[in-house]
């Protein structure tokens, strides 16, 4: 069975949102992210993060990611060279990067530009869109009314959505998110994004004024402000 084929059956089975195209998956391939990543971060929005649990699926749509340059960005992992933390920035683009922060909380990241040359962007937040029960699961929540606030406590923010959709660097680093064999993947379903908000990055101290924070600027579901339209 063609993979979109089989994406689309797995995600039927599921409590889906009605802004999920079914009938146009494709999974999103390593050339999309061999780019600099301020070109890849803001066409990333509103592709699909999808986690394969055997026969269930945990999917949300990309809402909110900043960048991360190589070298020359001193808030970049990659700033400090190549070591055997941030191997996977250096290596074939669309591979995942997690690493642990704060002792808490995983954060999910994928490389990006051509074998060899570090980049990355570092998903922020999603829009929940299936397997919303195994979210609420993994953050050990439990659903109420299902508003979009309480719906914000799955997936609005890096340690959030890691632990949502059970991303851990042991399960997760160095996934190759574009392959058909991979439980980890992102897809594209043809949504069409309307306006894009540009921010500073939130939470560091180097770099904070660099406008590499991307959302959709109508999504409820990002996990801080929206300023500045392209």
Known sequence: MPERER???????????????LDKLSRVPAVFY???????APELLGKILVRRDGKRIRAGRIVEV????????????AAAGRTKRNDVLFGPPGRAYVYFIYGFHYCLNVSC??????GGILFRALEPLAGIEEM???RDLQPHDGRVTELKLLTSGPGRLAEAFSITRDRDNGKDLTSPRSDLQIVDDGFVLEKVAVTPRIGIRKAEHE????????????????????
């Open 136 to 138: 609420y699961a993994a």
């Open 7 to 21: 994406t689309a059956k797995l995600l039927k089975q599921q409590p889906v949102g009605p802004k999920l195209a």
């Open 66 to 77: 900043e960048a991360y340059l190589g070298a020359e960005d001193p808030a970049a992992h």
């Open 34 to 40: 061999a780019r600099d990543p301020r070109e890849v």
């Open 211 to 230: 406008l590499l924070r991307y959302v959709i600027a109508d999504s409820p579901f990002v996990s801080g402000k929206k300023v500045r339209i392209l």
């Open 113 to 118: 530009e051509p074998d060899g040359t570090p």
